[in-house]
Structure formats: C-alpha cells, structure tokens
C-alpha cells in the first residue's frame, strides 16, 4: 500500500521536473519526486542549446550546479553556439557544454583527431571522420569561409593492447568483444595507472603515425586535439587534465554514444543534489490519473495503477517530458479539471510545448527538438517552483500534516 | 489422439503463448538504452551485454529465423546471431528490477532476462551446478545448519570451513553468513492448521479492498503470516516481533506452514523445481484467502515474488493461474499491510489515527539518527517505502533516506564465489552512503541487503525496521 504525502508533488522525469523539485527543497519544502514520463537521460547528450531561451541569464543556475559538482560547464558567445562533433559523424549545436565536449568544437581550428576503440564497435572514427570533413566542406561553401575549418582525422586503438586488463578472461567471439560497454571502459580510464597508460599509448601512436606537417606542428604546439567516444564517466576532468600534462594532447569527447555519458553524468549531478536537499524520489511509480481542485480545500492527489494507492500532495508540479515516450506522455492524458486546480497545479518543461487542440486534447506542438526541450527544461521547472513557494507553508513541513490532505 | 499428446499439445500451447506475449513487451523495446543507463552492473562489468540485449534483443532474436524462413528472406534486421557468452551473461543479471523502472516503454527487461534464464535454452555448461542446485534449495543450508547448531555456528566462521566453501562448494570464503538460530520458528510457533477450500469462492473478496475509502473494502483483520527461510532458520526473534506486533493491533494471527517462497530456485534457474514450489505455495495459500485471511511477509522479495513472479513468468499452470492471481491481490509486506491497517482504522473510528512506536527499541533508544536503505524488490514493487514512513515517526530520531541505489548481493548471487567482487563492486555506492552516516545504524526490511551491509561495513549494526519501532499502536 501506498501512502505518502508530501507539501508539493512533482511528476515527471525529466531535467524541468528535477530543477523544480531541487528548487522547492532548497526553499524548505517537502518535495516528492515521481519521475514518471520521462527516462530519457539515457538519450541526453549533456550539451543544452539556448535558442528557445528567453531570459536574459538563462543557464545561470545550471552553471551554479555544475559547478557546486566540480564538473564546469563553458558557454558559448550569444549567437555563436559551439559545433561539436557527434560519433556518428554529425554536429551539433550548442550554448552551454561541458568542457569535454567544448574541446571538440569544430569552429576551432586546430586539427582533431577522432579516436575510436576496437572493441567498441558501436563507433566507427574512420567513418565519422568523412562524414564531419564532408559537413565542413558543405558548412565552408556555405559560409564562403573555409579557411578556418579544422582538420580532422582518424585512427583506432586496441583496449587489448591498452586496457587488457578489462578485456581478462573473456573471450572474443569471431574477433569481437559484443558484451563490451563503455561504461565499464570510462571508469577504468579513471584509474590513474590507466590514464598514464592511455597517455602513453596515445605518445606511441603519433610517433609512428604519418601525420600531415601542419597537425605535426599543432601537436608540436599542444594544439591537437584528440576526441575519443568517452572521456571517464564522473571524472573526466581528471583524465584530461593529466593525459594533456603527460602529452601535450587535449583530450574531448563526441556526443553520441548509448547510453549517453552526459546524461549520465548531468543524472548523477542532479541526483547527488536531491538527495543532499532532502528530495523523496519515487522511481517506478505510474501515474494514471491525476484529480486536482475537486473542491477548493482539497489537496492535489495523484492516483496510481496498483492498489489504488495514493501520493498527496497541496501542490503539483507536473513536468512530463515529450523526448521518449511523445504519444503516452502523461501532459496528453491530463484531464480538464487540471485548471480548476487554482494556482496549486503548475506545468513545466516539455508541457511548455504542448497545446490544446479544438476538441480539448493536449498536443505537442510539431517542429519542437530534442535539444529545445533540455535547453529550457532546467530553467521551466525552476519558475515552476518559484509560482509556487510563495504560496507554500514551509513551517508546517515534517509529518503534522497527516490528513490534512483529502482522505 | 492420446492422453500423452494432448497434454504435450497444451504444454506447448501454454509455451506458444508465453513466446508471443513476451514478445510483444520485447517489441515495445526502441532500444533508447535507459536501461543501460540504470543498470548497476553495465558499470562494473565490462563485458555484460546489458538489460537490452540479454532481455528484448535475444527475444527477438529467437523468433528472427522463423520469420526469415516463413518470408523466404527477410530483411536481417534482427537476425544476426547473440555470441555465445550471453548465456553466461544471463546468469550475471542481479534481477534488480532497475531496468524495468527505467524503461519509458514498460518492457520490463528483468522479466525477459529471467525468462530467458528459465527457458533454459540459453544455459551454458554449469561448472558449479552442485552449488547452484544448493542455493537455489537455500532452505537446506538453514535446516542443516539449525539442526547441526551451536557446532555450525562455531565452525562457519573458521578457516577451514570458509576455505572448503570456497573452492569445494564455490560459495565465496570471503563472504560473511549470518548465524543460526538456536531454534527454529516453527518450534516456537507450531503452523496453524490450514482451513479447507470453500465450496463456493467467497465473493465479497473478489478483488482486494480499496485503499482510502471509507466504509467498503476494509481488510478482514485476519492474517496468515509466511515466515520465510530467514525467519525460520535465522531470525526468528523477528516473525516473534510481527506476531506480537500484529497481535497488538487488534488482528488475528496464524502462521503458515514454513515453505520457501521460490525465489532461490528462480534466480538459479531450476525451473521444474520451482514451478513445484510456486505451485505448492499457491494451492497452500489460496486455502487461506479464500476464507478471507490476508497474507503478510516481513521479507519484501518473498512478497514481490509471491504477488508478482509467479504469474508474470509462467510459473503457474494454467489452471491455478486465478489463484494465483487472486492470491496476489492478498497479499501484503507488513510494511504496507500496517499502513493500510492504519487507514481502515482511521475510517472505523471516524477519526485520524497513526500506527506509532510509542518509543524508541534496541540501539535507536540511544541513537539520534539511522539510515534507511531501500531493497531493489521495494522499489520495483511501486508501493512507496512504508516502512520508511513508519520509521520516521520514532521520537527524537532523525531518519536518513539513503537513496544508494542496489546493495548488490542479489540473493544467492553475492553468495557465489565468482560474483563476490561483482555485489561488492555495485554496492561501493550504498557501501559510502553507510560510512557517511554519524552512527552506522541501518534499517531495510530484506534479509540478503541486511547481509550484505554487514560485509560492507562491518561495524555497521544493520536490522530489520520493525526491530527499531518498540509498541507499536494506534495512536
């Protein structure tokens, strides 16, 4: 059975609902979090783009807490988004990245050297390579600039010769390594004897590569950058700023791979801080139906599928995220009387970019991206919580509201 | 056609139908990864083949070359052959359930892993299969050890024996067990007899009772507890505490038959022994609900996997499967069953009332703070953290919400000698949530977390929540 109650409720998965969540807590407010309708941090490249802002500092409080992790975030000019390299051979744009990813900018001119692994087939640097220099030459011919365009190169390394401890005991079927995942290599890159070993075989390749005499000078210089499918997980500032003292190489990372390091790293961010603001996360919970205003004194109350159990709260928050799951979102299944609910029930983040269509039904507005919604997600959950914590009682917080709220 | 044929008919009628439902969840699979993201062991591990790939990919795999024969080509999407390891990598899933919560489109990847793991289509050469059968029978390890006790208890920890465990049994010496206990449960609470089958099924229990509605639904207040392999042959100072507790709160107790729940056997893949077990346990348990009493377990797996394993991995056949099911709908962690006990409570006086201690028991009398993990198997079952709620109504004590993701012991998984690493190396998280604690006091309602808090902090003291919460009453 089912019965929590909490000052404010919020529902969704995704970067709005944990901004709005983080940001109640940290006002003293009883926070529980449903992370239903959203899941999709596993697909998040970890950059946020900022064309859909419109606030004047908009990623301030995200750099804030970013920064609170040791993990820096660099923003780009206004109008000038970083492009940086994907591993299937795209770019992408953005406003405010991690260092990592900021590295590989492509508007730079120093060369970049795509470096992919063996054993992780899911990257192919030869073919991104070509993909990204045939990009650069489209984006030159448009621009009519080309001289700016970095070089970009490829080459592959083997964890057997580099990291064969991870590879131990396994045995390669048809010369593959099919089980292998990157998550297990970026934690061992962290390992300071595995970065010295990385440093050292990077060294090796370059010496006995023929490398064209300008990205032989940018190496010379600490120019060259080297970007490889995944830099560490939780710390990779570490690893970059030692292989660049043991090298002279500047380390990046593509966007791209699955699941994704950013998300996983921006996750584990926003978790850590929940946890420390007190935030009860409620992962697994399906909500199905939500009754809001059924009289003025009744509390926001969110039903589930199993026992019909109850999550109660005076106010809502719902932030239900469009980017996996578009046609079941729990902002499509929102009953009218969500308006009645009189200033307790507040929408953010992808529900920004929903409209209701003539027969009444909640529709996700056509031409919206994935990279709009995690641009203005942190900063809709945070107004979220702001419209609210006036309105909320922060010293009646902690267990004396037990049926006060619509039993 | 003969009586043989037919029963082989439908056994394979029941198979067809089992392959096509859960071929369907694989189906909802967009292979977004959210599970990869959320599995603890794609971090530690780097060659697990992850949630996706061992739960809806080998699914589809498996029914890739009939299509491609039937279509006279098809278009390979799925078809290339999942190495030979995998086999191997399906008895690496700690069945955390992590997956499912994460997956957007309700694939449930455990439930494909495990049914994978069950079919035994995919099961490699068992070099420990003597160990495996063993633990999957755990209960014979208690009774051995009960009956054999205070000699095993003295010999367990030493050397010799931890040294045997290890490279005879393949059981890690590593690994600290917990003791036995001087006496069983079911020697100190001899079963109740079992009511007999109602002629006709009790109609006003067709469903369980609402939640938070007053005046219809109420529970029966009557209520057979299922101790369990731990209670019975490790702690049965803890089924003493339900009973009294239960006892205390106005409603009436009887003890089942001690019986494992299943789960062992399921999570080492012995899928006759444990369709046997599921269904002794169905047809022993479906006698008690009918005549209108609940089921409560104080260990939160054997309740998950009573009201859920059973019948979403075909566990039941098919004509005990709505019992089953109506068995499910009964049955409860003593968690929840308190507070659901304290709702209808509520309803009958009219008034709000609370399940509170009326103070403090054991080492939280002296303690300003504990921390409270919650098990994989209460998170995957979606009903909350009762006893979270209930622990933070102790007076003067401040409850801790760890939130560390998996412990990692996973059962019998943390027991075996090549997987010791691996549930150490996942729980590292919870392990640092611990020693972050002023006072390294624990509370979690799973017997195998308790376990394995202990090895990863030893000076940890780690109960069950209900050993902290002294009288409990209706307040």
């Known amino acids: ?407 | 056609m003969s009586l043989t044929s037919l029963s082989r008919e439908s056994t394979v009628c029941q198979e067809s139908e089992q392959s096509l439902e859960s071929l369907v969840a694989a189906d909802a699979c967009l292979r977004c990864t959210a599970c990869l993201a959320a599995c603890p062991l794609v971090e530690v591990l780097p060659h697990y083949a992850g949630p996706k790939r061992l739960g809806p990919d080998l699914w589809r795999q498996q029914q890739a070359p009939a299509v491609e024969d039937g279509a006279g080509g098809g278009h390979g999407l799925f078809t290339r052959r999942l190495p030979d390891p995998l086999p191997y990598d399906l008895d690496l899933c700690l069945g955390c359930r992590r997956c499912n919560l994460a997956c957007p489109s309700g694939v449930e990847p455990a439930r494909l892993i495990a049914l994978n793991r069950l079919s035994g289509r995919h099961r490699h050469e068992r070099k420990t299969a003597f160990r495996d059968w063993f633990l999957g029978r755990a209960y014979l390890l208690g009774k051995a050890g009960t009956t054999l006790r205070p000699l095993a208890n003295v010999m367990l920890p030493t050397r010799p024996v931890r040294f045997a465990l290890h490279h005879v049994m393949g059981i890690s010496g590593e690994r600290v067990l917990p003791p036995f206990a001087n006496r069983r449960f079911s020697s100190l609470h001899q079963p109740s007899p079992r009511p007999q089958l109602p002629a006709a099924p009790d109609t006003r229990r067709s469903g369980p009772p609402a939640a938070a509605e007053c005046g219809r639904g109420m529970l029966s207040r009557k209520v057979v507890y299922f101790p369990g392999c731990q209670v019975e042959y490790y702690e049965p100072e803890l089924g003493e505490l339900v009973l009294n507790t239960l006892a205390r709160l106005g409603v009436e107790t009887a003890v089942d038959e001690v019986a494992c729940c299943g789960l062992p056997l399921i999570a080492n893949a012995w899928t006759k022994a444990a369709r046997d077990q599921v269904t002794a346990n169905v047809e022993r348990l479906l006698a008690w609900v009918e005549n209108g009493w609940d089921v409560v377990f104080s260990s939160s797996s054997c309740g998950l996997t009573v009201r859920h394993d059973y019948l979403s991995l075909h566990l039941i056949p098919p004509n005990l499967r709505e019992a089953a099911a109506r068995v499910a709908e009964h049955v409860y962690d003593l968690g929840s069953y308190l507070l659901r006990l304290e709702q209808d409570e509520s309803c009958r006086r009219g008034k709000q009332v609370q399940i509170s201690p009326n103070k403090a028991s054991g080492v939280a009398k002296h303690l300003a703070g504990i921390g409270y993990h919650t098990p994989c198997h209460v998170e995957a079952a979606a009903q909350g953290r009762p006893w979270l709620t209930l622990l933070r109504r102790l007076p003067d004590v401040e409850v801790v919400d760890l939130q560390a993701g998996c412990c990692g012991i996973a059962g019998t998984y943390g027991l075996k000698r090549e997987k010791y690493g691996v549930a150490r190396a996942v729980g590292r998280g919870l392990q640092q949530a611990v020693l972050a604690l002023d006072q390294p006091v624990v509370a979690t309602e799973c017997e195998t977390c308790r376990m394995q808090i202990r090895d990863l902090v030893p000076q940890a003291q780690v109960m069950h929540p209900l050993q902290l919460l002294d009288g409990l009453c209706f307040v």
């Open chain 1, 1 to 407: 059975m089912l019965d929590e109650k909490a000052q404010l409720v919020v529902v969704g998965g995704g970067l709005a609902a944990y901004a709005a969540a983080l940001a109640a807590a940290r006002q003293g407010i009883e926070v529980l979090l449903i992370p239903d309708g959203g899941k999709s941090w596993a697909l998040f490249g970890g950059s946020f783009a900022a064309r859909v802002q419109t606030q004047s500092e908009p990623f301030e409080a995200l750099v804030e807490l970013y920064a609170s992790a040791a993990y820096p975030l660099v923003a780009a000019k206004p109008a000038e988004p970083f492009v940086l390299p994907t591993t299937m051979g795209t770019v992408r744009a953005a406003d405010l990245t991690p260092e990592e990813f900021q590295a590989g900018d492509l508007r730079r001119p120093d060369p970049i050297l795509l470096v992919g692994w063996r054993e992780l087939p899911a990257f192919s640097p030869a073919w991104a390579a070509a993909a990204i220099r045939q990009r650069l030459v489209e984006w030159a011919g448009r621009s009519g600039d080309g001289s700016a365009a970095p070089t970009v190169l490829a080459g592959t390394l083997a964890i057997s010769q580099v990291l064969p401890q991870l590879l131990s005991g396994h045995t390669p079927v048809d010369g593959d390594y099919p089980g292998f995942n990157w998550r297990a290599l970026a934690r061992e890159m962290e390992q300071p004897e595995s970065r010295r070993r990385l440093a050292s075989a990077l060294n090796q390749a370059l010496v006995k590569a023929d490398l064209p005499r300008p990205v032989r000078q940018a190496r010379d210089e600490g120019r060259l950058r080297v970007a490889l499918p995944v830099v560490g997980l939780n710390l990779s500032q570490s690893v970059r700023r030692e292989v660049y003292d043991l090298t002279g190489l500047v380390l990046c990372e593509l966007i791209g791979l699955l699941p994704a390091p950013g998300g996983i790293r921006a996750k584990t961010i926003l978790d850590k801080a929940l946890v420390s603001a007190g935030v009860a996360v409620r992962p697994g919970w399906k909500v199905t139906r939500i009754v809001a205003g059924e009289k003025p004194t009744a509390c926001g109350r969110v039903q589930g599928t199993e026992e019909g159990f109850a999550i109660t709260g005076e106010y809502l928050v719902l932030a239900p995220d469009l980017a996996t799951d578009p046609l079941s979102c729990l902002a499509a299944r929102l009953p009218h009387d969500f308006r009645q609910a009189e200033g307790r029930l507040v929408r953010a983040g992808a529900a920004l970019y929903l409209y209701t269509d003539d027969k009444g039904k909640m529709r996700p507005v056509s031409g919206g991206t994935h990279a709009f919604l995690w641009a203005s997600g942190y900063q809709a959950g945070q107004e979220a919580a702001a419209n609210l914590v006036g309105r909320i009682d922060t010293q009646a917080a902690g267990g004396s509201r037990v049926g006060e709220c619509g039993r």
